[in-house]
């Protein structure tokens, strides 16, 4: 029996819109394991990006229960969910997110700024990350001069710097070429390989070949959680 | 753990400074007041060293000194003046003054020779404590004293700029001249009286009507010069500056008492100077704080105004922070930090500014402005103050924005 990262129950998202209101999510069970490559597939507006952000604690559910690591985290308050953010969470994104006027170094660091590890030790951290992403030689540069899967390497980078519980990633590839794509999955695969545990937004069908399961989204509902 | 303060002084720093233009216009309103301050409070700082200095030279704040009232106009039968008598009689009613000293007018200029030289000098009768109420004494020879004074003795103490015209190298004491139609023994040289006064035309001193002088005793001019010397001033010297003012109060009922009841003459006391020229000064201080404060104000909104934008600029910067694990205080403290850094550059280039215009100002307008250490340590607190006041709300605004909706932002 795997371990359970990841564990929601009845997870509720409804937007007041003030006439009417909006379901985002409409009871998603969903169970994650502990070294898993999921993705999570469906149409826009399916609520796939609602599941991603409660998941990555950047929103709280309206009804239901999360629970990350055996602990509830959907009734946290905003500071906790700072914390739970920078230390068990690594979010990768389709626009890379990277902050264009620092360079890639500082933008790696970011997190554990934040965590408060000291200026020395965050930086060779820092080194050491983007050396396993193959950007070892690029570390003063910034965003803006480097290629979209470079700038999504260095997003993989800053997502795995505090060595998170669970690494999001949300449409990855969307924004890459084929090429760079496949390059960024591989990496994906790479670290799923170490033991990481990935949950991954997607419409790429290339990502079905290396997810172990894939679990459909639409209208707010989980359709199929099908081991793949 | 929360960001450190080092960290958000560098993170802003390096915002202002990828912002300079931005920088430096929304900290125009800031400079200005700064400005504004240093200059004001040095300019009052100055204007009262000015005044002070001058009083003192003018025998310190202890002087006390009764004029002819020039508002009150004389019937027939009332003196505006004093005799000899009654000068002795207000003398023995004030045994708690230090000094006493009436004297004959000095815009009187009279004919002085020595030995073919000859100039023109206004020549004073004066009581002995003249040199120490005036904080003036000879630098040769010797001063009048109260044996010349009693004995209406035909001596005379002369200024320097009489010595050099009359005697010119030659040693002055002892020797005869002639003034008044009668001739007197020199028997003193007064000190240098020199302070610098700048203007157009160089440095000048200001207190050279004082070396073309001559003293002789009161009595003398009285009694053997002329019966036409009227004496309507005199002086006397508290003995403290609390007594001043209780001095100053028996002396107005005396002199009331001794024209029955009409005010002949008026008594004004140099701390009465020194507190009216602290009044105006105040005035001054107070309005033009009012306009720095005004602009201190202005500047403030302003920057409030711009962090609002930038935070706006910066939405998705912010989302990406507290994706990353930045707390709400994490954000609160990077804004309020950089609007600090803002308004305290502000505040430097308003110091910076304001020395150099006092540089100019103070030479133009011929007087040593004073700038304190404290008055620098109050602009640099005064603009970090608007800093913090006027970056809460942006750095509130900032803290609060929703993670999902921050990182949507385009």
């Given at each position: 029996?795997q371990?359970?990262?990841?564990?929601?129950e009845?997870l509720?998202?409804?937007?007041?819109?003030g006439k009417?209101?909006?379901?985002?999510l409409d009871?998603?069970?969903?169970e994650?394991?502990?070294?898993?490559?999921l993705a999570?597939?469906?149409?826009s507006?399916?609520?796939?990006?609602?599941?991603?952000?409660i998941?990555g604690c950047?929103?709280?559910?309206?009804?239901?229960?999360?629970?990350l690591e055996?602990?509830?985290?959907s009734?946290?308050?905003?500071r906790?969910?700072?914390?739970?953010?920078?230390?068990?969470?690594?979010?990768?994104?389709?626009?890379?997110?990277?902050l264009?006027?620092?360079?890639?170094?500082?933008?790696?660091e970011?997190?554990?700024?934040y965590?408060g590890?000291?200026?020395?030790?965050?930086?060779n951290r820092a080194?050491?990350?983007?050396?396993?992403v193959?950007?070892?030689?690029?570390l003063?540069?910034?965003?803006s001069?480097l290629?979209?899967g470079q700038?999504?390497?260095v997003?993989?980078?800053?997502?795995i710097v505090?060595n998170p519980?669970?690494?999001?990633?949300?449409?990855p590839?969307?924004n890459?070429d084929?090429?760079?794509?496949?390059?960024?999955?591989?990496i994906f695969s790479?670290?799923h390989?170490q033991?990481?545990?990935i949950?991954m937004v997607?419409?790429?069908?290339?990502v079905a070949?290396k997810?172990?399961?894939?679990i459909?989204?639409?209208?707010?509902?989980?359709?199929?959680?099908?081991?793949? | 753990?929360?960001i450190?303060?080092?960290e958000s002084v560098?993170?802003?720093?390096?915002?202002?400074?990828i912002?300079?233009?931005?920088?430096?216009?929304t900290?125009?309103g800031i400079?200005l007041?700064?400005?504004?301050?240093?200059v004001?409070l040095?300019?009052?700082?100055g204007?009262?060293?000015?005044?002070?200095?001058w009083l003192?030279e003018?025998g310190?704040a202890?002087?006390i000194?009764?004029y002819r009232?020039?508002?009150y106009n004389?019937t027939?039968?009332?003196?505006w003046?004093?005799?000899?008598k009654?000068?002795?009689?207000i003398q023995?009613?004030?045994?708690?003054?230090?000094?006493?000293?009436p004297t004959?007018?000095e815009?009187?200029?009279?004919?002085?020779?020595?030995?073919?030289n000859?100039?023109?000098?206004?020549?004073q009768?004066?009581f002995?404590d003249?040199?120490k109420i005036?904080?003036?004494?000879?630098?040769?020879?010797?001063?009048i004293n109260?044996?010349?004074?009693d004995?209406y003795?035909?001596?005379?103490?002369?200024?320097?700029?009489?010595?050099k015209?009359?005697?010119?190298?030659?040693n002055?004491?002892?020797?005869y001249?002639?003034?008044?139609?009668?001739?007197?023994?020199?028997i003193?040289?007064?000190k240098?009286?020199?302070m610098k006064s700048r203007?157009?035309?160089?440095?000048?001193?200001a207190?050279e009507?004082?070396n073309q002088?001559?003293?002789v005793?009161?009595?003398?001019v009285?009694h053997k010069?002329?019966n036409e010397?009227?004496?309507?001033a005199?002086?006397?010297?508290?003995?403290t500056?609390?007594?001043?003012t209780?001095l100053?109060e028996?002396?107005?009922?005396?002199?009331?008492n001794?024209r029955h009841?009409?005010?002949?003459?008026m008594?004004?006391?140099?701390k009465?100077q020194?507190?009216?020229n602290?009044?105006d000064?105040m005035?001054?201080k107070?309005?033009?704080?009012?306009?720095?404060s005004?602009?201190?104000f202005v500047g403030?909104i302003?920057?409030t105004?711009i962090m609002?934008?930038t935070?706006?600029e910066?939405?998705?910067?912010?989302?990406?922070?507290?994706?990353?694990g930045?707390?709400?205080?994490d954000?609160?403290?990077?804004?309020?930090?950089?609007?600090?850094l803002?308004?305290?550059?502000?505040g430097?280039l308003g110091i910076l500014?304001?020395l150099?215009?006092?540089?100019?100002?103070?030479?133009?307008?011929?007087?040593?402005?004073?700038?304190d250490?404290?008055m620098?340590v109050?602009?640099v607190?005064?603009?970090?103050?608007?800093?913090?006041?006027f970056?809460?709300?942006?750095a509130?605004?900032?803290s609060?924005l929703?993670?999902?909706?921050?990182?949507?932002?385009?």
């Amino acid at each position: 029996m795997q371990d359970i990262v990841i564990r929601t129950e009845n997870l509720q998202k409804v937007y007041d819109m003030g006439k009417h209101k909006v379901t985002a999510l409409d009871g998603v069970d969903v169970e994650i394991y502990k070294g898993e490559f999921l993705a999570i597939m469906g149409p826009s507006g399916s609520g796939k990006s609602t599941l991603m952000h409660i998941l990555g604690c950047l929103d709280t559910p309206t009804g239901g229960n999360y629970i990350l690591e055996a602990q509830e985290v959907s009734k946290l308050k905003k500071r906790q969910l700072a914390a739970v953010r920078n230390q068990r969470i690594g979010f990768v994104f389709q626009t890379f997110n990277l902050l264009p006027h620092l360079n890639i170094l500082k933008n790696v660091e970011l997190p554990q700024m934040y965590s408060g590890v000291s200026p020395a030790k965050r930086k060779n951290r820092a080194i050491e990350i983007l050396e396993q992403v193959g950007l070892g030689d690029r570390l003063r540069h910034k965003p803006s001069e480097l290629s979209g899967g470079q700038r999504q390497r260095v997003a993989i980078a800053r997502a795995i710097v505090n060595n998170p519980a669970i690494i999001l990633a949300d449409e990855p590839t969307g924004n890459l070429d084929t090429n760079s794509g496949s390059d960024i999955l591989g990496i994906f695969s790479e670290l799923h390989d170490q033991g990481n545990t990935i949950i991954m937004v997607t419409h790429d069908p290339r990502v079905a070949g290396k997810a172990n399961r894939i679990i459909h989204i639409i209208d707010g509902k989980i359709t199929n959680g099908d081991i793949a | 753990m929360a960001i450190s303060l080092r960290e958000s002084v560098v993170v802003g720093l390096s915002d202002l400074w990828i912002r300079k233009v931005r920088t430096v216009v929304t900290v125009m309103g800031i400079v200005l007041g700064t400005m504004s301050i240093i200059v004001v409070l040095s300019l009052v700082k100055g204007v009262n060293n000015m005044t002070e200095q001058w009083l003192q030279e003018r025998g310190g704040a202890t002087k006390i000194s009764v004029y002819r009232n020039w508002e009150y106009n004389v019937t027939n039968r009332e003196r505006w003046y004093f005799d000899y008598k009654e000068l002795r009689l207000i003398q023995s009613l004030i045994p708690e003054a230090l000094y006493f000293n009436p004297t004959s007018n000095e815009w009187r200029h009279y004919r002085s020779y020595y030995n073919g030289n000859e100039f023109w000098t206004p020549v004073q009768g004066i009581f002995p404590d003249f040199e120490k109420i005036e904080e003036w004494t000879v630098q040769q020879g010797r001063f009048i004293n109260n044996f010349d004074l009693d004995a209406y003795n035909d001596v005379i103490v002369i200024g320097t700029t009489v010595k050099k015209e009359l005697f010119g190298n030659e040693n002055p004491i002892g020797k005869y001249i002639y003034v008044m139609d009668r001739k007197f023994q020199v028997i003193g040289v007064m000190k240098h009286r020199y302070m610098k006064s700048r203007n157009q035309m160089g440095d000048e001193n200001a207190l050279e009507y004082l070396n073309q002088r001559c003293f002789v005793p009161l009595s003398t001019v009285m009694h053997k010069v002329s019966n036409e010397v009227y004496i309507r001033a005199f002086t006397v010297k508290a003995k403290t500056v609390s007594g001043v003012t209780p001095l100053k109060e028996k002396l107005e009922n005396i002199l009331l008492n001794l024209r029955h009841g009409h005010p002949v003459f008026m008594v004004e006391s140099a701390k009465d100077q020194i507190d009216q020229n602290s009044q105006d000064t105040m005035v001054f201080k107070i309005i033009f704080i009012m306009i720095s404060s005004i602009s201190l104000f202005v500047g403030g909104i302003v920057i409030t105004n711009i962090m609002l934008a930038t935070i706006q600029e910066r939405t998705r910067e912010i989302g990406i922070r507290m994706a990353t694990g930045a707390r709400r205080i994490d954000i609160f403290i990077q804004f309020l930090v950089q609007t600090v850094l803002t308004t305290l550059i502000g505040g430097i280039l308003g110091i910076l500014l304001g020395l150099s215009i006092l540089d100019k100002v103070g030479s133009f307008i011929n007087m040593d402005v004073v700038v304190d250490a404290h008055m620098i340590v109050l602009a640099v607190v005064i603009s970090a103050g608007v800093g913090l006041i006027f970056g809460i709300a942006p750095a509130i605004h900032a803290s609060n924005l929703n993670p999902v909706k921050a990182l949507r932002y385009e």
